[in-house]
């Protein structure tokens, strides 16, 4: 797929990729072997019909290719973009096994971006239920959930503690990656199907989810997500010029930076920009810093390149457009000016050991092998955890240490009666598409529940 050249990208906030000409999509297609067996469904979390969508593309039908894929999948023109389809079905790819597979995430967009270009084609909706659903956040697993809903009948609200609907989608992934209007127009089609989206409500502040249940909603879907930013405590990580990932990302997405100079950019970014982290929201960070006129810009990571759980396309990209790595480093501390503004970052090397619970290996300091870093700008990518105000303020939930929601893995069922929950509440910070999978399971389980004599 066709990319903006990296001296140009990094001076905008355009899209990076391109996409495919048709001509690009039905080469791209005919490339598929239609296996009997379909391992690649099998490695979809929401169970799209990827052979018959395929065939449909190779078929020049992109109409119908596009309603077989939203037969699954109401958000295709987003995860189009960053599903992690390398990790799923096209790691399933038979072709996977000899060369590349084929590319069935960038055929999902090419579809995505057709109808865009086309207009929504409506799918049928069923008669009204009668039945009212709460739904909780307006992220992926919360939009899916609802879009679901609504297809079968149900009056369904959402309640989004933001301005913008969309979440993770909206503030945390950058324009450049995943544009801001391809969001507004999926939200959109959610709205179109008859779902209610009510923004700047705060559930657990303004209204609780049992006092969504006394006033009416015969069910409640949780879709908090995971905002909430895990920090380092090291000395000196209040200093000014220091940032979680999530204040960044949300200022300069949320907040318009991406969009400067049509908008004054609210956030302020040095010369030399340090980004901590090594999953898929620290490469987004440093991608962003330097599109904010960073001169360098640092990933320190305590473990290999190998180890990094950032998609390897990300990496690659912000390799390209001149971002450093620093693999095998830790920052112990940070020093700061007479002002209070970061300086330096003081850091120690480090070397891996034997598998941690997480299956990579554990890293561990080198005694007597420490340095520093000058910078100015620091962000703290470490991952994320649930924002704890939704299960504190709502009664009879079992909650798990690291404050996710307990539920049962096939429904999304929580021990709380009539009330369901899934995304990152549940799982911890995951995929978009892993989101609208548990989204998926919680709205069969929930009409099943509502229909069910």
């Known amino acids: 797929m066709l990319k903006q050249h990296p001296e140009k990208r990094i001076h905008n906030f355009n899209e990076v990729t391109l996409g ?38 190779k078929e020049g039908d992109f109409d119908k290719a596009i309603a077989i894929v939203k037969e699954r999948n109401s958000l295709p023109a987003m995860t189009g973009r960053v599903c992690p389809w390398e990790n799923q079905c096209e790691a399933a790819c038979i072709l996977d096994k000899v060369g590349e597979p ?16 086309k207009g929504y084609e409506m799918p049928k909706i069923a008669n009204p239920t009668g039945h009212k659903v709460a739904v909780v956040g307006s992220g992926p697993a919360g939009l899916t959930a609802a879009a679901d809903l609504a297809k079968l009948g149900h009056s369904v ?3 989004e503690a933001l301005h913008t609907p969309g979440g993770v989608l909206s503030y945390g992934i950058p324009e450049f990656r995943l544009p801001k ?4 127009a999926e939200v959109s089609y959610v709205e179109k199907l008859g779902v209610s989206i009510k923004t700047n409500i705060v559930i657990g502040k303004l209204i609780t989810v049992d006092e969504l249940l006394e006033q009416g909603f015969d069910a409640v879907f949780i879709a908090s997500g995971a905002g909430a930013p895990n920090f380092l405590n090291l000395p000196g990580e209040n200093l000014c010029g220091i940032y979680s990932a999530n204040e960044f990302l949300t200022r300069s997405n949320l907040m318009k930076a991406y969009a400067f100079p049509e908008y004054d950019t609210p956030i302020k970014v040095g010369k030399k920009v340090a980004v901590i982290g090594g999953g898929n929201v620290a490469v987004d960070a440093a991608r962003t810093a330097l599109r904010l006129g960073a001169d360098e810009v640092y990933i320190v990571y305590r473990r290999s390149e190998k180890e990094m759980p950032a998609r390897i396309e990300e ?14 480093t830790n920052p112990v501390r940070f020093q700061g000016d007479e002002k ?24 561990t300091s080198i005694k007597g092998s420490e340095f520093s870093m000058n910078v100015d700008t620091v962000v703290v990518a470490i991952g994320q955890k649930p924002n704890p105000l939704v299960p504190r303020t709502t009664k009879g939930l079992q909650i798990t240490r690291w404050g996710t929601i307990v539920v049962d893995e096939k429904s999304g069922k929580t021990i709380k009666d009539r009330v369901w929950a899934g995304g990152d509440i549940v799982s ?10 548990m989204g998926k399971r919680a709205a069969k389980s929930i009409h099943e529940y509502l229909t069910t004599p």
Not at 28 to 47: F, I, M, T, Y
Not at 428 to 437: D, K, P, S
Request: with cysteine; aromatic share 6%; glycine share 8%.
């Open 428 to 437: 911890g910070a995951a995929t978009v598409i892993e989101a609208m999978g």
């Open 315 to 328: 990496i690659d990209n912000a390799r390209e457009e001149g971002v450093k790595f620093r693999f095998l």
């Open 340 to 363: 209070g503004w970061v300086k330096q970052m003081e850091c120690i090397r480090m070397k891996l050991g034997e598998p941690d619970e997480s299956g990579r290996r554990k890293p």
């Open 157 to 159: 609200v959402i309640f």
């Open 20 to 57: 495919y000409s048709v001509e690009q999509a039905i080469t791209e297609a005919s490339r598929c072997l239609q296996c009997p067996d379909h391992p690649c469904v099998k490695g979809c979390p929401v169970g799209i019909n990827i052979l018959a969508f395929i065939k449909c593309v």
């Open 181 to 184: 209007n391809i969001v507004k």
């Open 102 to 117: 084929v590319a069935i995430g960038r055929l999902e967009r090419f579809v995505a971006d057709h109808e865009l270009k």
